[in-house]
């Protein structure tokens, strides 16, 4: 038996330590160590060092010019709206991790994929977290079938790897890598030396034999990826799926992606039968979005190429506690701190003796600027109590100095909110100033936070001349 060693690895920059520490000396992350075991035998070594340094195969360097292209070959999972975010489909030798929440759906839509690419090629699922029957039973329900898909319920990599050479599939799908475990190893499954140990086999599997493996990754409290920080880097892709568990709709969105852009996303909703695509979020987002109330305001945020229109609701009220309250969901805390502040000191508006609630209706996390009149326009209105009209979106990014700016692609959200059926649009007048746009709604161009607020006025005063 090889030498054994009880050690804490940071999971973030694995540095080992004797002990456990609250903080890692290396990279400075909290709470990262976890235990683990570690053969320290000679043999073991001389292992390890031989797979790093790749002895055996010649290393040459070669001119671009006679380096011979990587044919990519991309296989359509038969949902667009993850074939969209993978940019355009799984290609063939890559490695994908998937990441999500337990519940969330990873597994569900994992074999569901498996049950349309098996239709033309063969698909290995190896599962270390259900039993043959459970997974029947879902496969069941999802209305998959197929010859050409295999299922292995199967935790050693050693005995997957040797099925995967046997079974010969097109797809690897590894639900998950943290049931992983290699004999060889002494740490304990889901420690961040059996991960990264078994992520590497599988990744190796996937360049040598041209397979396209799909990970499964769980990811802790904090919402990252348990096991090793290595793994993002390791892998071609992460997908990153998100969504409440409250409600039905599920976004896939792409964290990393060597063979495509980052800013898509996919949207699905879970049923019964499965997830289903939702092609048309903006619709689903909005429906049933309440009228004529105050607080809230439609906005138009573009997710990669394509532009979907939320709505974003605010609740200013009185508050009770020393320090105001502010809760947001689905927008930034720090973007919220900053409208707040410009909207205080250029209007005068008195946040600070009242608690914001912030909230983006259907389980969307908006992360740009261009929602800042939105969210504005949302927190006056509550503040103020004066109705956001329900035909009109605003568009643009609020500055330090109270100024609206420039967003990018205006026109392509100005067209959603055509299509949806809006009649105004807030605009930044920065946009429109040099390049009008031709449409068929209402554009509102305006230069600053005053004038967004000038608008809410008029409205009200308009309303009262009827
Ligand atoms: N019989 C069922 N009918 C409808 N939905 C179900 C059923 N069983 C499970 N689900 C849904 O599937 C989800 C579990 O999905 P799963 O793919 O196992 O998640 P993960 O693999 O990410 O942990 C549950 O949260 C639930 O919403
Ligand atoms: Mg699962
Ligand atoms: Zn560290």
Redesign the pocket.
């Known amino acids: 038996m090889g030498r054994l060693k009880s050690v804490f690895i940071c999971s973030n920059c694995e540095f080992e330590s004797p002990k456990w520490l609250g903080k890692c000396p290396k990279c400075g992350a909290w709470n990262s160590f976890t235990e683990d075991v570690i053969d320290t035998s000679p043999e073991k070594n001389a292992q390890e060092i031989k797979r790093g340094s790749g002895v055996g195969t010649d290393a040459r360097a070669l001119p671009l010019d006679e380096m011979s292209q990587d044919e990519c070959i991309r296989s359509l999972t038969g949902l667009s709206e993850l074939d969209r975010v993978l940019g355009g489909g799984l290609v063939r030798g890559s490695v994908v991790l998937l990441t999500?929440?337990?519940?969330?759906?990873?597994?569900?839509?994992l074999?569901q994929i498996s049950g349309i690419l098996s239709e033309s090629r063969r698909v290995l699922y190896i599962s270390g977290?259900e039993s043959g029957g459970q997974l029947k039973l879902?496969a069941k329900?999802l209305g998959v079938d197929g010859k050409e898909l295999f299922v292995l319920t199967e935790t050693n990599v050693d005995k997957v790897l040797r099925e995967v050479d046997r079974v010969k599939p097109e797809v690897v799908i590894v639900?998950s890598v943290q049931t992983m475990y290699s004999p060889l190893s002494s740490s304990s499954p889901g420690s961040v030396t059996q991960v990264r140990e078994a992520a590497l086999s599988f990744i190796a599997k996937a360049k040598n034999d041209n397979i396209s493996v799909i990970l499964?990754g769980h990811v802790n409290k904090e919402g990252s990826i348990a096991g090793p920080k290595l793994l993002e880097h390791m892998v071609d892709a992460v997908l990153c799926?998100e969504g409440d568990?409250q409600q039905a709709y599920r976004i896939i969105r792409a964290g990393k992606n060597r063979y495509g852009s980052t800013n898509e996303i996919g949207v699905f909703e879970?049923?019964?039968k499965g997830l289903c695509q939702v092609p048309n979020p903006s619709e689903v987002l909005l429906a049933g979005r309440p009228k004529k109330v105050s607080g809230n305001c439609a906005v138009c945020t573009l997710e990669g190429t394509r532009p979907i229109i939320a709505e974003v609701q605010a609740l200013v009220s009185p508050t009770s506690f020393p320090s105001p309250r502010r809760t947001v969901n689905g927008v930034d805390y720090n973007r919220m701190c900053l409208i707040t502040a410009v909207l205080e000191k250029r209007l005068g508006l008195r946040f600070s003796a009242n608690d914001i609630y912030l909230n983006v209706i259907g389980g969307l996390h908006i992360d740009e600027p261009a929602a800042d009149i939105a969210i504005a326009l949302a927190m006056i209105s509550s503040i103020t109590d004066k109705i956001v009209p329900d035909d009109l979106v605003a568009i643009g990014e609020i500055g330090l100095a109270g100024e609206c700016r420039a967003v990018s692609s205006l026109e392509q959200r100005v067209r959603e909110a055509e299509r949806l059926g809006f009649s105004r649009v807030v605009v930044p007048y920065r946009n429109i100033e040099k390049r009008p746009i031709e449409c068929s709604v209402k554009l509102l161009p305006v230069k600053s936070v005053y004038e967004v607020l000038m608008l809410l006025a008029d409205e009200e005063k308009a309303k009262e001349t009827l």
């Open positions: 999500g929440e337990p519940g969330i759906g990873k597994s569900t839509l074999l977290e879902r329900r639900d499964v799926f568990h879970m049923t019964d």
